[in-house]
């Protein structure tokens, strides 16, 4: 274990929040709500955590929200969440939320919001960890839902940091949702979206061209076009990269066949994040010490990122302001020789 990754404050600006759901979290609320799942055991649970593509995931990731029913269960799952954040020490973090599967059931919207929010206030008065929601909408689902969605959202427009878009990805390009992206961005709200995880680098120009993103969720297939690679040089545009779970998902087979390092080495905007952690068996710690030991990423690197995700955040400027200090002193303290 890396002393320097354990004590490095960290930000995340990529990670769903059913995603952080612990096989043992999942078969307690199913248990308490009385709702069947197709599973005995924690090592069953542990074994249909194994995938082999992204609608695979994301299939077993949406039968898993089955077990969450009320605001409770939101921040019982956030709050075990910001508890981790806490030992990582990561001092800001923007959860992705969606409200889709819940809506079909018939339940309230403001049970996702009302539990994740509970959540965060106690996490910031205890340990100060700031943050917030970035709901999205399930692309596969497609446009008349995220119309749907956008009705409910708007009205709840400032709780939120932005508004994303995530699920199946190949199919479903940014494109689709143009125009509800268009009243979104009119109503001052920042854009985020999942594009070029599975999807080739053409989803990513459309999420830049079709829905004028802030932030790129993924991105790591943009090296497959020059013009692509070029102009994220010149935009600088943010990408919240998350190694494991492109391996848990088999964007590639091995992390040493990441491309992090060459995302990097290009000068693109790259920040490091965990997606799913309780699926993909790494939270953020975890993520960094992989692309240490196997993408030859060095501790200057994993700092970069750091500075990169604090500038790419949706934090007050002084909150970013008093993020830089707290890493500029950690940074500063580790140069010291050691005696
Ligand atoms: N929802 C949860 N995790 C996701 C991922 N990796 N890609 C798209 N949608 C997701
Ligand atoms: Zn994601």
New binding site residues.
Partial sequence: MSTFIKNMPKVELHM?IE?SMMPATLMYLAEKNKIKIPYQSLEEVEQAYQFSN?TE??NI?LQGTEVIQSAEDFYLLTREYLVKCRQQNILHTEVFCDIRTYVERGLPPEMVFEGIETAFKESSVQDGITGGMIPCFIRHEGVEKAWEDWQIFKQHHERFLAIGL??V?VGFPASMFKDVFAEVRASGLPIVA?AG?EGSAEYIWSAIKDIQVDRIDHGIRALEDANLVNYLQQSQIPLTV?PC?NTA?HVFDHMDQHVIGRMLDLGLNVTINS??PAHFGAYLQENMEAVQQHCGITDDQLLRMTYNAIDASFAQTQRKDEMHQILDDFESRFELPLI
Avoid: K
Wanted: proline share 0%; net charge negative.
């Fill in positions: 769903h995603g992204l995931f994301v990731y995530a699920a990805e999942h995880e998350c779970s998902l997606d799913d």
